[in-house]
């Protein structure tokens, strides 16, 4: 390889590097934000602690990371090859040699191993994280992770006792203002009132103890002609703990739980116990291979894309290429609906569109590296820029007017 063109690779390495990397962080950070503020609210009407929205989030990332490694690629290599287009330096390599084919060696460095990667998120990560995601809902809503007793209002803990408090310290250990009631199932209840109290753990997991302190309980009982009343210092209190269902196994009836492997024992290997369930794992394999088989395109998408016409700087590429991704995305899981409901084969419903979108690639490459002054989007950069002008020419027409009537 020739010293320059060596030098070549590494310019646009780093020129791929930074909106690449940028674009990606920022995706995810977008989606991530998006969803923080929905799960804060989901934890605090759960009563759960604070802590579980960080795992929580944890376990949505990778499908994050699934969105956002394609839309970083792209935008990141013709952001890069924009960048060289307007600066006239795109021009200059093509002066001295250097091809369109061989300008894309280095942006298939970058599309190989984040296909790959992918590949793994896609594949076997996401399905993971799926469902640790799906299991500390589960925990969340039944109480496995110690959601917080909710001050001011009667909390159920279990079948026989229900507990108010006014307050709470220490997060949660030291409560304050407590009225407690109790039925053993027998006909006997306690009442009690409290100024503080704490929960304690026994060897026994089915069961803990709650230590009151200062303060008064009534007993009544079928075996006592009058209530019973008493002060008390300390007082203790056991708490049955109510059963908690463990959380079901991974995959079952979710596919999107399943590893690739697994998709394709039950969808073509097999070991599908009925029809639906075969038809949803062809469905859901055959969406994950063509989302990650798509990336391979995506550098000639965004080079066909990059160039903008001579003497121009318009960004309607960007605005193209953007919408091109994510309204193939759509389709891809319209496809998916479709191979799952059986309505359509999912081989059809899902490698069709992608050897379309393909084709349409390679013709918009196709024009702009072998056509002289071929321009991919040409009829709709030229529609936009005479759309520009004439609203360019109204404004002042409508400014004279306004003065002209005032």
Same mark, same amino acid.
């Given at each position: 390889?020739?010293?320059?063109?060596?030098?070549?690779?590494?310019?646009?390495?780093?020129?791929?590097?930074?909106?690449?990397?940028?674009?990606?962080?920022?995706?995810?950070?977008?989606?991530?934000?998006?969803?923080?503020?929905?799960?804060?609210?989901?934890?605090?009407?759960?009563?759960?602690?604070?802590?579980?929205?960080?795992?929580?989030?944890?376990?949505?990332?990778?499908?994050?990371?699934?969105?956002?490694?394609?839309?970083?690629?792209? !935008? $990141?290599?013709? %952001?890069?090859? *924009?960048?060289?287009?307007?600066?006239?330096?795109?021009?200059? &390599?093509? +002066? #001295?040699? /250097?091809?369109?084919?061989?300008?894309?060696r280095?942006?298939?460095?970058?599309?190989?191993?984040?296909?790959?990667?992918?590949?793994?998120?896609?594949?076997?990560?996401?399905?993971?994280?799926?469902?640790?995601?799906?299991?500390?809902?589960?925990?969340?809503?039944?109480?496995?992770?110690?959601?917080?007793?909710?001050?001011?209002?009667?909390?159920? !803990? $279990?079948?026989? %006792?229900?507990? *108010?408090?006014?307050?709470?310290?220490?997060?949660?250990?030291q &409560?304050? +203002? #407590?009225? /407690?009631?109790?039925?053993?199932?027998?006909?006997?209840?306690?009442?009690?009132?409290?100024?503080?109290?704490?929960?304690?753990?026994?060897?026994?997991?089915?069961?803990?103890?709650?230590?009151?302190?200062?303060?008064?309980?009534?007993?009544?009982s079928?075996?006592?002609?009058?209530?019973?009343?008493?002060?008390?210092?300390?007082?203790?209190?056991?708490?049955?703990?109510?059963?908690?269902?463990?959380?079901?196994?991974?995959?079952?009836?979710?596919?999107?739980e399943?590893?690739?492997?697994?998709?394709?024992?039950i969808?073509?290997?097999?070991?599908?116990?009925?029809?639906?369930?075969?038809?949803?794992?062809?469905?859901?394999?055959?969406?994950?291979?063509?989302?990650?088989?798509?990336?391979?395109?995506?550098?000639?998408?965004?080079?066909?894309?990059?160039?903008?016409?001579?003497?121009?700087?318009?960004?309607?590429?960007?605005?193209?290429?953007?919408?091109?991704?994510?309204a193939?995305?759509k389709?891809?899981?319209?496809?998916?609906?479709?191979?799952?409901?059986?309505?359509?084969?999912?081989?059809?419903?899902?490698?069709?569109?992608?050897?379309l979108?393909?084709?349409?690639?390679?013709?918009?490459?196709?024009?702009?590296?072998?056509?002289?002054?071929?321009?991919?989007?040409?009829?709709?950069?030229?529609?936009?820029?005479?759309?520009?002008?004439?609203?360019?020419?109204?404004?002042?027409?409508?400014?004279?007017?306004?003065?002209?009537?005032?």
């Amino acid at each position: 390889m020739l010293p320059h063109v060596r030098l070549i690779d590494r310019y646009l390495a780093r020129s791929i590097a930074v909106p690449l990397i940028g674009c990606l962080i920022l995706a995810a950070m977008l989606l991530i934000l998006d969803k923080m503020l929905r799960l804060f609210q989901y934890v605090v009407d759960a009563g759960g602690p604070v802590s579980v929205v960080w795992r929580m989030l944890a376990n949505l990332l990778p499908e994050y990371l699934s969105l956002g490694i394609p839309i970083g690629l792209m !935008l $990141g290599i013709l %952001l890069a090859f *924009r960048k060289l287009a307007l600066s006239s330096e795109l021009d200059a &390599l093509r +002066g #001295i040699g /250097v091809s369109y084919g061989r300008l894309l060696r280095v942006p298939y460095w970058y599309a190989v191993p984040l296909a790959l990667i992918n590949l793994g998120i896609v594949g076997y990560l996401q399905p993971f994280t799926e469902y640790r995601y799906e299991n500390l809902r589960f925990d969340l809503n039944s109480g496995a992770l110690g959601a917080a007793i909710k001050v001011g209002e009667f909390n159920q !803990l $279990g079948k026989r %006792l229900t507990l *108010r408090i006014e307050s709470s310290e220490h997060k949660g250990t030291q &409560l304050h +203002g #407590i009225f /407690v009631e109790s039925d053993d199932g027998k006909g006997t209840t306690v009442a009690a009132t409290a100024e503080g109290g704490r929960f304690f753990s026994t060897d026994d997991p089915d069961k803990i103890l709650f230590r009151l302190t200062k303060g008064r309980l009534v007993q009544e009982s079928p075996k006592f002609s009058t209530p019973r009343t008493l002060a008390f210092e300390t007082y203790t209190l056991p708490v049955s703990l109510p059963v908690i269902n463990q959380f079901r196994h991974r995959g079952g009836t979710e596919s999107d739980e399943l590893y690739l492997h697994e998709l394709f024992r039950i969808g073509y290997g097999g070991g599908a116990t009925n029809e639906h369930q075969r038809q949803e794992a062809q469905a859901r394999l055959n969406f994950r291979l063509v989302e990650v088989l798509m990336m391979f395109t995506l550098p000639l998408l965004a080079l066909s894309l990059a160039v903008p016409p001579k003497r121009s700087s318009s960004g309607l590429g960007i605005f193209i290429a953007i919408l091109v991704v994510v309204a193939y995305h759509k389709v891809n899981q319209y496809g998916e609906q479709m191979g799952s409901n059986g309505s359509m084969n999912p081989i059809l419903a899902l490698w069709v569109p992608l050897f379309l979108f393909a084709g349409m690639i390679l013709w918009m490459y196709h024009v702009l590296a072998h056509r002289p002054g071929g321009q991919p989007i040409g009829a709709l950069e030229r529609f936009f820029a005479k759309l520009a002008s004439l609203v360019r020419s109204l404004l002042p027409r409508r400014r004279i007017a306004a003065v002209a009537q005032a």
